[in-house]
């Protein structure tokens, strides 16, 4: 296996960063987190390198480790510029370009969902796979790739969008500036979750989810997910239809790809089971074999994933060497 | 460029075949074609041999040429098997080993939709890209896939069967031993264009469909585009349709797997830009950029394009190498 011993590795979400010093094992030696959402670009890169100096600090044998970086961005591999990035200011940016001086190290950058789809790969859920997808299911949907043993990236830096791919033709209207209805991430996000959980509140005045609107609490894909692991039938019929498409999703990713392993992470998972049962379900209902026959996994790294991807990708552990 | 400088394709479809001698620039030095819908396996496998050495004895260079087959099946790359083939008795059969021997000569044998993806790549409308997906609109839908430069095949080379991919939640059921429904072949198939004619000419007894399924006339995919060449609205707004949801199923490939160009052939693509027209436009309207900016163009090479890339395949130019 190629790549140096140490390297760091910087996740940047749309709302918090987590960087950390990653050894050659996936072991994360130390790791420092800071909030992040709605801070200018200058102010974002000072707080970004702060971060990475705060770790090399506490492992100073990462001080001249390579850094490599996640973002929540299509990456143009033409320009290397990030593009369509709607939760920092990174629209246009060329990332490596501005942060690698204050380093002082060489810097590689990708999509953060490239990244975590690459550590679920070397260490977690998708180990040993040659094929694999996964989807991040967050407030939007993510998606990685591996394609004959290495990160597939496409043409331009833009592949694995699959919370993009329409899976229902008239669907609900799809989130974050796409203009498609019935895609994966209109049906499967956190953002959908809570959609149809506020729809729910709204015509069932006395289930839990409608008299917590009444009290005004905020009605939450997490909220959805809590009360239905206590057992609340009206949360659950959302997760398990929630689950029925992704479902659907997965087979359309299973019959184009073939892959050993689908992957399914991101903060809706906090619901497990409850999502992945109708999904597994649901795909092997739609599709025939072997597509139907891939196996469905949970993320195994947790919020971790993506720093570790991207110090994956600073060693240059992306299967393309 | 690798591969020897001539080579013999064979293209296996459900009622015919195509043999062929074929060079190192694709042009067809000589072409048998062979009646095989019905046939026993014994019978198929003599005529597809005899096939074979009539093209040999057209071309006496070809004599000694390794052997193509690109058959309608999925291929168990662990067994070599082809599993699935709903219109040859090939299922379970491993065909290259039955074949070969008769041949005397090495054989290779894929699935008919990868071998014309691979001739749409080097010699067709695909030619030059890196990245590009076909989808070929038959009697069911086959599909192909070239990713960074190579045949994908997915982990049991069962990958590219798009026509399987759900894109629509609640839609008809699918054709060809399919479970699934809303898949790309159960809305853009010529079997899906056919059912839809057939349901048009029932409802609208004075239409020209119409008058045809009085008159006894069979509701084919073929009478629908010969119509909707010769103006009619009926014909011309089924195939609009099918372009629309075409349209939907480029989102989803393109938006996975941010190809550079998607190549639509088969038999319906006789309606050619009635078809290609909605479907681009959707394409355009649904998904987001580079997704939405990828080329659609119609397959280049027509009928032979199967039996040009069996021969690709035997001279090993699937890029893989």
Redesign the interface.
Known sequence: VPGPELTIGVDLGGTKLLAGAVDASGTVLACERRVISGLPLPDLLAVTVAAVEKVREAVPESADAVCGFGIPA?M?RRSGDA??CVHLPLDGVDFGARIGPSLGVEVTVDNDANCAMLAEWRFGAARG???AAMLTLGTGIG?G?I??G?L????????????????????PPCFG???????LEALCSGSALARDALALARMLPDSRLGRDLAAGSAITGERVTELAHDGDPDARGLLWSLGE?LG?GL???A??????VLIVGGGVMAADELVLEPARAELR???????RSAGVAAAALGPEAGMIGAALLAAGMDGTA
Chains 1, 2 share one sequence.
């Open positions: 299509l143009d593009v369509r796979a040659s094929h998606g790739l394609l004959d290495r597939y990236r496409g043409a331009l830096g833009a592949a694995a969008e699959m919370g993009h791919a329409p899976i229902d033709y008239d669907g500036g796409c203009p498609g209805r019935g895609c498409k659907v087979a359309a990713i019959m184009t790809l073939n892959p050993e209902r739609r599709a025939m074999d072997p597509g």
